[in-house]
Nanobody
């Protein structure tokens, strides 16, 4: 079973940028879809962005044009570049992959 470990979370000001990383313990070449979900306090977990092995991406409407998901097969790592962040982006961000793979989560707080 591949293990996923997120990093890169923290406190960022509105309008700022942050890059999340998700390192897999094994190859991600055969994991069809990988990406990011988030859960804010009192809310359900929601999909943020995913990318398939063919490079097809899917984003929740609220982050389109601001966030970019990518995957590096050589490094077995998935990234989420977050630009122009807003307070409503505050949440725990989870890396996920096909086959019910989940990381432990990393906190992102957007606040001045």
């Amino acid at each position: 079973q591949v293990q996923l470990v997120e990093s890169g979370g923290g406190l960022v000001q509105p309008g700022g940028s942050l890059r999340l990383s998700c390192a897999a313990s094994g190859t991600i070449h055969n994991i069809y879809s990988m990406g990011w979900y988030r859960q804010a306090p009192g809310k359900q977990r929601e999909l943020v962005a995913t990318m398939t092995i063919w490079g097809r991406t899917n984003y929740v409407d609220s982050v389109k044009g601001r966030f970019t998901v990518s995957r590096d097969g050589a490094k077995n790592t998935v990234y989420l570049q977050m630009n122009s962040v807003k307070p409503e982006d505050t949440a725990v961000y989870y890396c996920s992959g096909t086959g019910d793979l989940w990381g432990q989560g990393t906190q992102v707080t957007v606040s001045s």
